[in-house]
């Protein structure tokens, strides 16, 4: 079975503006748009349920260099030791 895709009359395209390029089309889940122009691509689901949100996990949040569990505040509380090992002295 062949997917019918339709112009939708008047669209405007969200991301490139230009009227009567936009498209639909439909399966058992979802409804999606797309742009003939500029290739924007959009979908909804049939239900109205909305979309599941992704979690944030370490791998999927955003980037930083901070050890995980590090603040600001945990950094204040660091403390330096300095070990003296007696290979630096030169009354050897």
Do not use: W
């Amino acid at each position: 079975m062949s997917t019918v895709k339709r112009f939708i009359a008047g669209a405007v395209c969200p991301r490139c503006a230009q009227m009567d390029s936009v498209r639909m089309y439909r399966d058992e889940e979802r409804e999606y748009r797309e742009c003939v122009k500029c290739g924007f691509e959009d979908s909804l689901r049939l239900d109205g349920r909305p979309e599941p949100e992704e979690l944030e996990t370490r791998v999927s949040g955003e980037r930083s260099d901070k050890a995980p569990g590090s603040s600001d505040s945990e950094r204040e509380q660091v403390q330096v030791i300095n070990f003296d090992t007696g290979l630096n002295r030169r009354d050897h």
